[in-house]
């Protein structure tokens, strides 16, 4: 949560860092701000305000903010509400500083350093920018402060600081939440990821945790936190520079669901060797598979329902009883894990503190953990003992889409591989899965074709306060999936339930020309769903129906929409109703004329508990 930028060199900074931040925005909006050093007054100039990034570069050319070294900062509120005087840079003596994390012991450190009464602001990063002020007021030098400073804070931190008497130079340490680095001809820039740094740069490197990088317009040095001089290892940005573009849509979120036929196959093609399910690159033999009799699944949002398909597919596949937990619940639970438990957390931006606890907490148990992620190199990935990569690309949209089918499609692997090397499935019917995955991205193509006719069953619910989803079996967690992403980005509230459980309770909400969206797919219990839908139809609900084709329905008139989704084996429906899924959310958004990549409240990395 929250982007950074800096840039050092001989280029205008505010045009770099602004154009930094608004590819960070994802990472946070609620306010943001750039602060850079001015030559003639020899001090750093700080311009803030509350929203988006373009607002702070109106501001900032107004207040001539302008120099060749600064920070910038985009924010997701934490610590204080939305105001001005809470939004980064924030200023303390000589130090400039911006933070992305949270440091928990902030109250503690207040009143231990007596600067209660001096804050201007609400937050944790002022309090932390003191600590840096007075350890640099004390020791009248960089290393020592910093050191002194990060001995100090409890919680986890990316800062970027500038002192006011070292020009031209920007400091940046960090614990958990990530910063990425590069140099180009006219300078050097660091940011929190490669969004933004892969519109500078090709080359990069990632600062450790409790390093200390120093930049200057001629290049990076690294230090350990005792100010000991280390070797940097730069790596290059294999992704496609121009992913991280709209190509044309209006929203990421459109783009993003229009990649996901790509992106399966991304995905699945190096994962299926001789026909099979593999994973010997990323040292998943049979003989590791072997070893486990439990499994774990746990992961936040959008990523636990993936794990939740996840449990269906590798007990139904496989029998291997699976459990599954959200991150933020299993890291303060009692989940019962030994060494022959494989823990696997799935998380697109590898960065969910959440997840990255459980991962710790299952290390701490004994278990082995596999990470399913889609940023390289991220924390979630580094830690666990085994990592398979989605290769969805680029995820700008808050609104997981793409993201989410490719975990899906590791799933179906996976589950695969595990009933393959449990003789729970031969390796004749284990080729023909393969090959009905392969066919996946047909299906979603043709649901991508059929765009405008799901549009029109979004204009269905678009002036509606509550939806409800139903469905049963893999329907049911398809339904979790799209009712998320409905409330997300429209805002209308809307609940998924087992379809069979509506008549325990909720079914009382339901009166004239409340929509319920029924996912009908499975054929083995399509008959039970219908009957589901005529219990709500005749309590007078709105009904649209995303059938299976094929799926008989007698008077199909009787339902107020129906939409038909191309035929699939059952395990394989999930797929084409989730991308029908996803643009009923989206187009119900971009109706109500809201900002669908960047829903209120929300930031795409959540590095917070
Ligand atoms: O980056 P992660 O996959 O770990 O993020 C977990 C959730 O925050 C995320 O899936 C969230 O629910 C989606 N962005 C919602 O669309």
């Given at each position: 949560?929250c982007?950074?930028m800096?840039y ?22 609620d ?6 050093y001015?030559?003639?007054?020899g ?11 373009k ?7 107004k207040?001539n903010i ?6 910038g ?9 939305v ?13 400039t ?27 944790d990063?002022?309090?932390?920018c003191?600590v840096?002020?007075?350890?640099y ?5 960089p290393f ?28 940046a ?23 933004a ?10 600062l ?28 290059t ?19 993003e669901i ?9 995905t ?56 599954t ?5 299993f890291?303060?639970g ?7 438990t494989?823990v ?6 590898g960065?969910?503190?959440?997840t990255?606890?459980a991962?710790?907490k299952?290390?701490e ?12 190199g ?13 290769s ?7 609104a ?44 979603i ?20 306060k509550?939806?409800f ?6 329907d ?7 009712s998320?992403?409905?409330?997300e ?6 609940e ?8 325990h309770?909720t ?19 399509a ?42 084996s ?9 991308v ?5 959310a ?24």
């Amino acid at each position: 949560m929250c982007g950074i930028m800096g840039y050092t060199g001989n280029n205008d900074a505010r045009e770099i860092i602004l154009k930094g931040l608004s590819a960070l925005e994802y990472r946070g909006y609620d306010s943001a701000g750039i602060g850079i050093y001015d030559n003639a007054t020899g001090k750093v100039r700080v311009s803030k305000c509350i929203g988006k990034v373009k607002n702070l570069a109106s501001k900032a050319e107004k207040e001539n903010i302008s120099g060749s070294c600064g920070i910038g900062h985009t924010r997701w509120a934490t610590h204080g509400g939305v105001t001005e005087e809470n939004a980064h840079p924030h200023q303390v003596g000589k130090v400039t500083l911006t933070h992305n994390g949270i440091i928990e012991n902030y109250e503690e450190l207040a009143s231990e350093f007596g600067i209660e009464e001096n804050l201007v602001s609400e937050t944790d990063t002022e309090v932390a920018c003191s600590v840096f002020n007075h350890y640099y007021n004390k020791y009248k030098e960089p290393f020592k402060a910093i050191y002194k400073a990060v001995k100090c804070f409890r919680g986890t931190f990316a800062f970027t600081i500038i002192f006011e008497d070292i020009p031209g130079k920007i400091f940046a340490v960090r614990n958990v939440s990530p910063i990425v680095a590069g140099k180009t001809e006219h300078g050097t820039m660091l940011a929190s990821d490669l969004t933004a740094l892969s519109l500078f740069t090709k080359e990069y490197m990632v600062l450790g945790e409790y390093q200390i990088l120093v930049m200057d317009k001629d290049g990076l040095e690294l230090y350990n936190i005792h100010g000991e001089k280390l070797d940097i290892e730069y790596l290059t940005i294999d992704w496609d520079m121009d992913a991280a573009t709209k190509k044309g849509f209006p929203f990421y979120m459109e783009k993003e669901i229009n990649e996901q036929p790509e992106a399966f196959l991304n995905t699945v093609e190096p994962h299926c060797v001789n026909g099979l399910p593999d994973f010997t690159e990323e040292g998943l033999t049979d003989d590791v598979f072997k070893k486990y009799d439990r499994i774990f699944i746990t992961a936040c949002g959008t990523a636990m329902h993936s794990g939740q398909v996840g449990k269906g597919l590798i007990e139904h596949l496989a029998h291997i009883p699976v459990e599954t937990e959200i991150a933020s619940e299993f890291i303060y639970g009692e989940p019962i894990l030994d060494e022959k438990t494989l823990v696997i957390s799935v998380s697109q931006s590898g960065e969910t503190i959440d997840t990255l606890t459980a991962v710790h907490k299952a290390h701490e148990a004994g278990a082995d953990t596999l990470g399913i992620v889609n940023v390289h190199g991220t924390a979630i990935a580094r830690e666990s003992d085994y990592v398979i990569y989605t290769s969805a690309g680029p995820e700008i949209a808050v609104a997981s889409t793409k993201a989410y089918t490719v975990q899906l499609a590791v799933f179906y692997l996976l589950a695969a591989k595990l009933a393959l090397v449990k003789g729970r499935m031969t390796e004749d019917k284990c080729r023909s899965f393969m090959k009905e995955l392969m066919s996946v991205p047909e299906k979603i193509k043709k649901v991508i074709k059929d765009k405008d006719k799901v549009h029109k069953l979004a204009t269905r619910i678009v002036e509606a306060k509550n939806v409800f989803m139903l469905g049963r079996g893999l329907d049911y967690y398809a339904i979790l999936e799209g009712s998320l992403k409905l409330k997300e980005v429209s805002y209308i509230h809307s609940e998924a339930l087992p379809a069979g459980e509506i008549k325990h309770g909720t079914i009382a909400l339901i009166s004239d020309e409340t929509p319920v969206i029924l996912s009908v797919t499975q054929d083995k219990l399509a008959a039970k769903e219908i009957s589901n839908a005529k219990e709500v139809k005749s309590r007078g609900a709105l009904v649209i129906l995303l059938i299976k084709d094929g799926v008989e329905l007698e008077n199909e008139d009787q339902w107020d929409a129906v939409y038909r989704l191309p035929a699939d084996s059952d395990e394989l429906m999930i797929f084409s109703v989730t991308v029908a899924l996803q643009f009923i959310a989206y187009f119900t958004a971009l109706d109500l004329g809201l900002d669908v990549d960047k829903p209120r409240n929300l930031a795409k990395v959540v590095t917070v508990e």
